[in-house]
């Protein structure tokens, strides 16, 4: 097996990734714009998304690691709009983007019409993490997104399913649909209640912090492959344990959260980056064998469906608001803003991705009678041309968008304050917890360690209050960075000194490297008590 390619696609992602940081460009949009440039590049390899990879490799690391950075709470305070858009949106779509498409093409049968109604249906967890991240969504909108981008999938895959029997001469029905969707819906969240449970049991229970994260990165292919096992959804699987652990990750040890946040970025980051890339990278396969379709006519159509996915997302989404908000006296005493700029940004934040493509690549080449899937290679060609038009002109304004409405951005200082109240009243208790082991003469420290114990608290009760304060005069910076910055140096002078003594043979390498450690834990213990 040739690993260069991978690698080779791997860091370069990555590079771009990393480049785009330095740009007004979000970094998949970017990504997807070099991977299209360079899949017609003399010496690129052809890559071609395997959905046998994406969906049990890929997809499940990515929701995992999506999930666990969501609110349990935030997401059950929006459970109606979640599951209006998650579940109710996905199958309006697919079968009104497919009916429409069926009217609109000729020669393609509806089955098939159907099945590109499923494929392009669900907005993408990634896409729409990341496009939130970086235009600074209010927070109730990006749980919304956020919520509908974990549990899409499972609808769009089940929807597919149906849609694909029909397709391929299998027989479907009504009934049999409907008992599919409980079955895989169900099912997947049943298996993620039975397994989270022990596994988060296991992960207390471990001594340490390496076997632990070993674990965690082991948590989502397993329950992605326990409840695929029984014919249920691995995506709501694995959103359900990862809920649940994120939402008890404070009973994990304090090594395995920093070393697990520290290994759950840099997968995230690297699938991430490498899934955009792969997007782009697909141009060249999809043109192939348009079939009795003419690329120009290919690509009209390809504009029409765009147009069908953006509009039928806002005909979903008001009626999906206001309509709730209308007929519940509840609802509308719980909800007394129904700002029509929120379903717009809803609306407009609806980007396509790796997911879509990944289903698409994953339709079989004939069906049971022998015959080729009529117009496969156009629904593959509709779908990436989907993908793309949303990533790129939905991605590209929607923070023009957010500019143009003004939305409310988030209130860092009402956060800080928050953040100050709250290390207010928990240094408060740990002083009190503090002052009532002091009484206990086997408790006993030296005055010196004693004064550096409640100093520390002192501190970190401080650190908040200072950053609502003002800037240093002289130099500009607030008290959080003075500090970083001083924290900083004075580390740096202490780690200068342990390598000198390594380099004179004072110490010996495997000392020095536990002294580090110790500054590596102060550094970002320092850090974390002015900023997390």
């Not at 020669?107 to 939130?132: E, K, S």
Request: proline share 5%.
């Amino acid at each position: 097996m040739d690993v260069l390619p991978l690698v080779g696609l791997i860091a370069a992602s990555a590079a771009v990734a990393g480049a785009a940081r330095r740009t007004p460009v979000p970094a998949p949009l970017l990504l997807v714009a070099v991977g299209l440039v360079a899949s017609y590049l003399p010496g690129v390899p052809q890559y071609t998304l395997d959905p046998h990879i994406v969906l049990p490799l890929i997809l499940p690391p990515l929701l995992h690691t999506a999930a666990l950075e969501s609110s349990y709470l935030d997401l059950r305070a929006n459970v109606r709009p979640v599951a209006l858009l998650s579940v109710g949106y996905v199958l309006f779509a697919t079968v009104a983007v497919g009916w429409l498409a069926y009217e609109l093409i000729p020669d393609l049968p509806l089955t098939a019409a159907l099945v590109l109604g499923a494929v392009i249906a669900p907005p993408d967890a990634v896409a729409a993490t990341a496009i939130a991240r970086r235009v600074g969504l209010p927070a109730r909108i990006t749980t919304i997104l956020q919520g509908e981008s974990l549990v899409n999938d499972a609808t769009a895959i089940t929807a597919y399913k149906v849609a694909l029997a029909a397709a391929v001469g299998e027989g479907a029905s009504w009934a049999g649909g409907i008992r599919e969707f409980l079955v895989a819906s169900v099912g997947g969240v049943g298996v993620g209640l039975v397994l989270m449970v022990p596994l988060h049991w296991l992960r207390t229970h471990l001594k340490e912090a390496i076997l632990q994260n070993t674990l965690s990165l082991l948590i989502p292919f397993v329950a992605y492959a326990a409840a695929e096992q029984v014919g249920a959804s691995g995506v709501l699987a694995v959103v359900t344990v990862a809920l649940y652990l994120g939402h008890h990750a404070w009973q994990v040890d304090f090594e395995t959260r920093l070393q697990e946040a520290a290994v759950w970025k840099v997968v995230a980051f690297i699938l991430e980056s490498a899934v955009f890339a792969l997007i782009g990278l697909q141009l060249p396969v999809v043109l192939k064998d348009l079939g009795e379709y003419s690329v120009g006519q290919a690509f009209g159509y390809a504009v029409a469906v765009f147009v069908l996915v953006v509009v039928m997302r806002f005909v979903w989404s008001y009626p999906a608001t206001y309509l709730p908000w209308c007929l519940s006296k509840r609802i509308r005493e719980r909800e007394k803003d129904s700002d029509w700029r929120r379903p717009l940004v809803v609306s407009w934040a609806g980007m396509r991705g790796v997911v879509s493509l990944a289903i698409a690549f994953s339709i079989p080449l004939f069906v049971d009678d022998g015959s080729r899937f009529p117009a496969r290679n156009l629904v593959l060609f509709l779908t990436f041309t989907t993908v793309i038009g949303t990533l790129v002109v939905q991605g590209l304004s929607l923070p023009w968008l957010i500019r143009i409405l003004k939305l409310p951005g988030r209130d860092t200082q009402a956060e800080t304050l928050a953040e100050a109240q709250a290390q207010n009243a928990a240094s408060q208790a740990a002083e009190e917890r503090v002052n009532e082991l002091m009484e206990d003469e086997r408790n006993c420290l030296p005055e010196p360690l004693e004064d550096r114990l409640r100093t520390v608290l002192e501190r970190r009760r401080n650190s908040v209050w200072e950053r609502l304060g003002h800037a240093n005069p002289v130099t500009g910076e607030s008290a959080d960075d003075t500090y970083r910055r001083l924290t900083r140096e004075a580390i740096a002078a202490e780690r200068e000194v342990f390598v000198r003594m390594r380099d004179e043979r004072r110490i010996d390498d495997e000392m020095m490297r536990t002294l580090l450690r110790k500054l590596d834990l102060e550094e970002a213990a320092a850090y974390r008590e002015v900023d997390d």
